[in-house]
């Protein structure tokens, strides 16, 4: 999926904690740290910088969540 705009959602702009699931991009407004689940159950803490953007796809995984920093997630 290539997208140009991130669409803001309900519930998932700016924030600093929580867990999601679903095909996301992942967008961070400052700098810090998301933990990946995978299928496996194994978990990968993933270092972000303000204004990466990263997808993660649920056919690859089982949850995002956010141990540090400000993100933006979209869901789709």
């Not at 519930?11 to 407004?29: A, L, P, Q, R």
């Not at 990946?36 to 796809?57: F, N, P």
Request: aromatic share 8%; proline share 0%; with cysteine.
């Amino acid at each position: 999926m290539n997208k140009t705009v991130l669409e803001l959602q309900k519930g998932k702009v700016n924030i600093n904690g929580g867990t999601f699931v679903g095909n996301m991009v992942v967008h961070c407004e400052a700098d810090g740290d998301i933990e990946i689940t995978w299928d496996d159950l194994s978990v990968t803490t993933y270092g972000m910088v303000a204004g990466d953007d990263r997808e993660i796809r649920n056919s690859q995984m089982k949850q995002v969540s956010i141990a540090n920093g400000y993100f933006t997630i979209m869901n789709y």
